[in-house]
């Protein structure tokens, strides 16, 4: 099979929740208010994949594709593909492949991860200077 290369990502991303894997740029989100039969998930752009000796690569995405297959879903029958973390092989969402019908179309490339399977990165830094909200009275 292989040894995995994880690709690192630059910038505000979304993470694996049980590999801590990075996944996708916050950047690429489409929709936030997206929703799956588990809950919440986003649904992102897909831009920056192709296709090569019949492998789907994903660059500054680590995932894995599954095989497609035709699956009713909340907004009717699609085409999709399962979508794998490539450090824990959990699924996390699935790929629009093809859409059936007309209004549906937008999602086909489209990448959807379910939000309980992913973390937000934060690459906020905090100033280790700073003190507790307290009144003026009780700073020298």
Same mark, same amino acid.
């Given at each position: 099979? *292989?040894?995995?290369?994880?690709?690192?990502?630059?910038?505000?991303?979304?993470?694996?929740?049980?590999?801590? $894997? &990075?996944?996708?740029?916050?950047?690429?989100?489409?929709?936030?208010? @997206?929703?799956?039969?588990? /809950?919440?998930?986003?649904?992102?752009?897909?831009? $920056?994949?192709?296709?090569?000796?019949? @492998?789907?690569?994903?660059?500054?995405?680590?995932?894995?594709? *599954? &095989?497609?297959?035709?699956?009713? !879903? !909340?907004?009717?029958?699609?085409?999709?593909?399962?979508? @794998?973390?490539?450090?824990? /092989?959990?699924?996390? *969402?699935?790929?629009?492949?093809?859409?059936?019908?007309?209004?549906?179309?937008?999602?086909? /490339?489209?990448?959807?991860?379910?939000?309980?399977?992913?973390?937000?990165?934060?690459?906020?830094?905090?100033?280790?200077?700073?003190?507790?909200?307290?009144?003026?009275?009780?700073?020298?």
């Amino acid at each position: 099979m *292989g040894r995995v290369f994880l690709v690192e990502l630059d910038g505000k991303y979304y993470r694996c929740k049980f590999c801590e $894997s &990075p996944l996708a740029l916050a950047d690429d989100i489409l929709s936030r208010s @997206f929703n799956c039969r588990q /809950g919440r998930a986003y649904l992102f752009e897909n831009a $920056s994949v192709t296709v090569m000796f019949e @492998f789907i690569l994903f660059y500054r995405v680590n995932v894995t594709v *599954g &095989p497609e297959e035709d699956r009713l !879903m !909340m907004s009717g029958v699609h085409t999709v593909a399962d979508i @794998f973390c490539c450090g824990c /092989g959990q699924l996390l *969402g699935w790929k629009y492949m093809e859409a059936r019908e007309k209004h549906q179309k937008y999602k086909e /490339g489209k990448v959807v991860l379910e939000r309980w399977r992913i973390n937000e990165d934060s690459n906020e830094e905090f100033n280790a200077d700073a003190r507790r909200n307290l009144g003026d009275q009780e700073y020298p």
